[in-house]
């Protein structure tokens, strides 16, 4: 028993780096995460600026969920459509097409390449569930939509940033509702 409890405390004191221990062992240590480029979450556009656009639209509702996002091509213009459904608590995706869009404001600050939107009377945004990104990688003006912060309990902020300068007009669409934002790009810089 007592070699037992001798090894123990012969342990101990090495561990400690007691009787003429001259290192203390190296304990393993804590790796450190890989760092990755963090997803900007705030955007900021000078909404007086008289070169940016602004496009409002939708009725005032509540209960939404933009559920997809689609991006389509007609002719020279890209398409990206924002599909709105109505929140169901039961499912965990939307299934349900709404027959109006909520509110929204877009404003395109065409020398940042950046569209911001907020869109209210929205619960959710499962089209960009759990990455909160969606690159458009086949697309020759659009990069990708991003998620933003947003300080309201209804409503979702996003950002759409364009690969080069472009054209565009934001407009909303009924039974089924979707806010479609066509993105035409500027043959020559103004």
């Known amino acids: 028993m007592y070699k037992k409890y001798f090894w123990a405390l012969s342990l101990c004191a090495v561990l400690l780096g007691i009787n003429g221990c001259k290192e203390r062992p190296s304990l393993p240590q804590k790796q450190q995460p890989i760092l990755r480029k963090p997803i900007q979450t705030d955007i900021a556009i000078d909404i007086h600026n008289p070169g940016n656009k602004r496009f409002d639209g939708g009725i005032a509702s509540e209960g939404f969920d933009l559920g997809m996002i689609r991006l389509g091509k007609h002719g020279n213009t890209e398409r990206l459509v ?26 395109y600050a065409p020398q940042k390449k950046l569209i911001v939107a907020t869109i209210n009377g929205y619960k959710g945004f499962s089209a960009l569930s759990g990455n909160k990104i969606r690159r458009f990688d086949k697309s020759d003006t659009i990069d990708s939509v991003r998620l933003l912060k947003t300080p309201h309990k209804n409503s979702y902020k996003f950002v759409i940033i364009l690969k080069r300068p472009a054209d565009i007009n934001v407009f909303d669409l009924t039974h089924p509702a979707r806010i479609v934002v066509d993105i035409t790009p500027r043959t020559s810089v103004e």
């Open 82 to 107: 924002f599909d709105s459904y109505k929140q169901d608590n039961k499912s965990e995706t939307p299934s349900v097409h709404a027959t109006h869009s909520g509110k929204y404001h877009f404003i």
